[in-house]
Structures are given as C-alpha cells and as structure tokens.
C-alpha cells in the first residue's frame, strides 16, 4: 500500500530558491494560575519540536525560523507573515505559527478515531479562502524547556520529528510526516503518527489508559519490569511481539452501536492480560509491528 502523504507545502527539492532568512526566537514564559492542571500545548506545522523537562518553573522557548524564497520581496512577506503565535489562558500556553494560510483557534479540531485532538485547537485551512497562497518556504524548529510535572500537547506536519524527554504530566503527541520519541516520561499517554515510527520508554509503568496509533510505522513501547496492564491490539498488516513472560489472551469485545440499518456489532482485536492486568493500552498499526518489552 502507498503511504499516505498530508502535505501542506511541497517539502522537497523548490528550484530556483536564492534568498534565505534565518532568526531565532526566544521567549521566556510562565503560569499565570500555577497548578497541577497546567499545560502547554505546541501546534507547529513545518519543522520539530523537542521537548525537555526540568527543575525550573518557566517555560523556556527557542524557535528557529526559516524562510525560503525566489525573490527578495517574497523573502521580506515570508519575514513579516511567519511569526510565534502565543495564547496566554492564565494555566495553560498555547504556541503556534501565526501568519499561515489558515486560521488557528479553538473549536478547529480534528477528530482522529472518534477523539478530539490538541485539546480542542487547531489549525483551519479553509478559514482565509481559496485565493490564499504562500510565496515563499517556512520552518519552524522549536526546542523547549518545560517544568517536569507540566502537561503537554504537541503536534507538526512536515519535515520534522518529536521528541520529549523527561516530563511527567500527561502527554498528547502527534505527526504526520515524521517519528516520535518520548523518554523517561510517567502520565497517561495518547500518541499517533501517520508516516513514522513512535518509541516510548516509561521511567514509571502508566497509571491511567494509554492509546498509540501508527499508520505506516512501529511502535515500540518500553516499560518497567512488573508491569500490570490490558493490551488491546489491532492491525491490518502488523504484529504484537512482546518480551513479557505473564501474559495471557483475553476473550474478544463485542461492541454493540446503531446503525443505518439498525444496531451494529463490531468485534474488537486481540486482547491481552499482562501480569495482573490493570490500566489500559490501546495498541493499532496499520502497515507496522507493535513491540512491548520489560527492561
């Protein structure tokens, strides 16, 4: 099967490209209302994001910024229209790119398998009409210290990758085209890519339900020794392999839903019983392997 490729702007080879302008953006942020609820959402479009916990209380912020282009004056419209868009809700930040082709604000979000995505915000490509066209090339690379406990929500499209280091709040990660990695993190977990592979290593065993989704791409998930859980796995073209020895096949779901023609039974994929069972982790890949092992 081809992969499917969502591209907001060719990422490729652009001949003909003689002007570049590149800056680098620094803020330094904090909570309004500091609490156990805060959280920090980033929906970037062209470039990564890498994300690291640490002891402090701001959230540090470092983006660098790109613009491409064919003529001078392009380049000077890329320069004055890309920028850092920051939403201050007094417990929770908000970063994106302002200056887009697309209206970016709550009540756009899409909907992957049946869940709202980033908390209600996203970006809405036909909010400034057809006659809208870029000029010019973009990227935004963002690197970003956060307190540990924070929650977060991060999202990009094309050309680059995610990665999240050492947070402990709960974790909402998703990209198109491009992998993700998170390590040493603990709190409930939603992850999905399209084109990628997804790792996560677990400094603690999830608590709360965890869901992870790769169309064309693994998923390795590392977790402590003694892990308790219930795997729900499906995929068309994928594997479960697990290192695990404690684990047993659990008797399938039927879910019962109306329908056009009357009520509707859908049998869910395999189900497993890991050690003493416990928090639950929906595992799906289309075109890939799902791995679980103990370390």
């Not at 594997?239 to 879910?255: M, R």
């Not at 329908?259 to 994929?269: D, F, M, T």
């Amino acid at each position: 099967m081809k992969k499917l490729l969502i591209a907001i702007m060719v990422a490729g080879w652009w001949p003909g490209v003689a002007q570049q302008y590149n800056e680098t953006i620094k803020k330094e942020l904090a909570f309004e209302k500091k609490s156990d609820k805060n959280a920090l959402l980033v929906a970037n479009i062209n470039g990564g994001i890498q994300v690291k916990g640490y002891g402090g209380d701001k959230i540090i912020v470092e983006v660098d910024k790109e613009i491409l282009a064919k003529t001078q004056a392009r380049l000077e419209k890329g320069k004055a229209e890309i920028q850092l868009g920051i939403i201050d809700l007094a417990d929770t930040l908000v970063l994106y790119v302002k200056g887009t082709c697309s209206d970016f604000g709550r009540g756009n979000a899409r909907y992957h398998r049946g869940k709202r995505d980033r908390m209600g915000w996203n970006y809405n490509w036909s909010g400034r009409g057809d006659d809208c066209r870029e000029e010019y090339r973009y990227s935004m690379d963002f690197t970003i210290k956060v307190p540990y406990a924070i929650n977060l929500a991060v999202s990009t499209v094309n050309d680059g990758d995610i990665s999240v280091e050492n947070v402990k709040g709960s974790l909402y990660a998703n990209n198109i085209n491009g992998s993700i990695k998170l390590t040493q993190i603990s709190g409930a977990t939603s992850v999905s890519s399209i084109n990628g592979n997804i790792d996560l290593e677990y400094d603690n065993n999830p608590t709360s339900a965890c869901t992870y989704y790769a169309l064309n791409g693994d998923i390795n998930i590392l977790v402590k020794k003694g892990i308790g859980a219930s795997v729900g796995f499906e995929s068309f073209n994928g594997g479960f392999y697990t290192n695990v020895e404690s684990i047993e096949a659990l008797p399938v779901e039927l879910e019962k839903r109306p329908g056009k023609a009357g009520v509707e039974y859908k049998i869910s994929g395999n189900r497993f019983k890991i050690g003493n069972g416990g928090v639950y982790l929906d595992i799906e890949t289309f075109n890939g392997n799902a791995y679980l092992k103990e370390i």
